[in-house]
């Protein structure tokens, strides 16, 4: 009995082996990830952070297999080498980039119109506009004809192979864009094909994507995206204070703060503070106006300002040139920041320009009013205050002797060699020769 019962414990151990293995080698079930979006924002002017900050965020999506890169986009434009070079990082991505004209009264304007043509997919929010691409020079103005046909045949080449998949409808808004600046709304992109999407805000875009297919580098994907989790690129605290330089209002500040500081380095020279000061904003403020589309004759406006804000200090009637340089100032600035075909970004407010503009001048004038008191007032140190000052003589003299005065023995010498003074008699410093005291007897 106890032989059977081993040999059937025996038996059951031996099926059971196999099952066992085979259970062994079954996949273990486990949680799929939870699919990831990555979002970047692009603001502003196109600037050579861009490329940096773009390519963090492809770089973030392809190691982290992100759906997509979402692109929120607000720009006037900028240098068409620099948006040749973002096209191509969009383009040649190994994950979807989507390109989101955003936030509500954004735009894509100028070059920004065929950087969301180069996503793999686009869309807008229901405010934002797109267009107005016709290219200008790097201060606002016209080209020359030959030139501009030049470019602008270049351009529309470029937003023909983009647009070759979405339409003849699209192709024509984007090549009516360039050619005739036209701008179109977010309604109106969408009717032509030139955008997939209108899309209130970020949830919104991300329900819409889901589900959709597209086919990049050869591949076909679905992308997942109602349930995905965002991923912000991160922006380093330099790239923000530099993403700070394409706002008008900012570098206006910075120029007229660093003018006032060096003004005030020239008049009185001696310290170091406020002449570096001047120099370091001057610095941030020529970087800014190096991003910005601005016209640099407002420049010469300036810089007629400062010369005769200095001239101020000779001229015979003080005040006349600090109030003709604060009218060149406030010109100046006005044609700099305000002169740009799409000046959303350029514009700098009217308002700041003129209460800065009467602040420089008027602290100026204050700084000249001080310079030429001093060069007015009478000199309070030194050999030359010691005239009608009395003192006593320390020798007797004939004609010259030692005297005390002001504190300090001093060589003297008499105004009238016929005078006899001695020692102990009390004397006044009529003038002073050289290092020598001429003096009289006080009677």
Avoid: C
Wanted: charged residues 15%; without cysteine.
């Amino acid at each position: 009995m106890k032989k059977r019962i081993l040999n059937s414990i025996l038996l059951t151990f031996l099926l059971l082996i196999p099952m066992l293995a085979a259970f062994s080698v079954l996949p273990v079930a486990a949680d799929s990830p939870k699919p990831e979006v990555v979002t970047v924002k692009l603001e502003g002017p196109l600037n050579p952070i861009w490329k940096e900050i773009l390519q963090r965020a492809l770089d973030l999506g392809e190691a982290d297999q992100a759906q997509a890169v979402i692109v929120e986009l607000n720009t006037t434009g900028g240098s068409i080498d620099l948006m040749n070079q973002l096209i191509n990082m969009i383009r040649t991505s190994l994950v979807p980039v989507v390109m989101y004209v955003s936030p509500e009264s954004s735009m894509a304007a100028s070059a920004g119109t065929l950087l969301v043509m180069a996503g793999h997919l686009s869309a807008m929010n229901p405010e934002s506009i797109i267009g107005a691409a016709s290219p200008v020079g790097s201060q606002g103005e016209d080209l020359s004809s030959t030139e501009d046909t030049k470019v602008k045949e270049a351009l529309k080449g470029t937003a023909r192979v983009l647009a070759a998949d979405r339409g003849p409808q699209a192709v024509a808004l984007a090549e009516s864009a360039i050619e005739e600046a036209r701008a179109a709304t977010a309604q109106e992109a969408y009717d032509a094909g030139l955008v997939d999407f209108i899309a209130a805000d970020l949830p919104d875009l991300l329900q819409q994507l889901d589900g959709h297919t597209l086919t990049i580098n050869g591949q076909t994907l679905t992308l997942h995206t109602a349930e995905a989790a965002t991923v912000e690129t991160p922006i380093t605290a330099v790239e923000n204070l530099l993403a700070l330089l394409t706002n008008a209002n900012i570098v206006f500040v910075l120029l007229a703060v660093g003018v006032q500081a060096i003004l005030i380095e020239i008049s009185s020279p001696g310290g170091w503070v406020a002449g570096f000061i001047g120099a370091v904003l001057l610095a941030l403020a020529i970087y800014g106006l190096g991003l910005l589309p601005v016209n640099y004759v407002g420049l010469i406006f300036m810089a007629i300002a400062i010369v005769l804000f200095i001239l101020d200090i000779k001229a015979p009637t003080h005040g006349a040139l600090t109030a003709v340089g604060t009218g060149s100032f406030i010109a100046g600035a006005l044609i700099l920041f305000n002169s740009a075909r799409v000046p959303k970004f350029a514009n700098v407010s009217v308002g700041l320009v003129i209460g800065m503009g009467i602040f420089l001048g008027l602290s100026f004038f204050a700084v000249v009013l001080l310079a030429v008191r001093a060069m007015k007032a009478p000199i309070a140190t030194g050999r030359e205050t010691l005239a009608g000052k009395e003192g006593y003589a320390v020798t007797a003299f004939a004609p010259t002797g030692i005297v005390q005065v002001a504190g300090e023995q001093w060589s003297a010498r008499l105004l009238d060699s016929q005078m006899e003074v001695h020692k102990g008699d009390r004397i006044e410093v009529d003038h002073v020769e050289g290092v020598k005291l001429v003096i009289r007897k006080k009677e």
